[in-house]
């Protein structure tokens, strides 16, 4: 069975940084992609940053440029460095991974939260 665990969240001033971490159990193929999201209440979970099969990586407008997805295959973890957090980055940070046959099965971690503030 497969199991997602995100940590590192908190609280950071704007400007500053935070390191998530995902840490998987069970069984994801090097050949399924695996991402981050984050949601915000009231608001539908949006796609954040992506790690390909092939390694290459997307992000989404809101956070290229700051945001570094990062996938250790050896130790099935899954990093996200934040830099220069605004804002409008606080939400609920979760880790998604495709697994299973044809890599068509979603898995979601619990989340966890992160709040920039002053």
């Known amino acids: 069975q497969v199991r997602l665990v995100e940590s590192g969240g908190g609280s950071v ?3 500053g940084s935070l390191k998530l971490s995902c840490a998987v159990s069970g069984y994801i193929s090097g050949r399924c992609s695996m991402a981050w999201y984050r949601q915000v209440p009231g608001k539908e979970r ?3 940053a992506r790690s390909a099969p092939d390694d290459s990586k997307t992000y989404d407008n809101s956070v290229k ?3 570094t997805i990062s996938r250790d295959r050896s130790k099935n973890i899954l990093d996200l460095q934040m830099d220069s957090l605004k804002i409008e980055d606080t939400a609920v940070y979760y880790c998604a991974a495709n697994g299973g046959g044809g890599c068509g099965e ?3 971690g619990q989340g966890t939260q992160v709040t920039v503030s002053s």
Request: charged share 15%; glycine share 16%; aromatic share 24%.
């Open 65 to 67: 440029g700051r945001f």
């Open 46 to 48: 949006v796609l954040i």
């Open 13 to 15: 001033q704007p400007g």
């Open 106 to 108: 979603r898995y979601w």
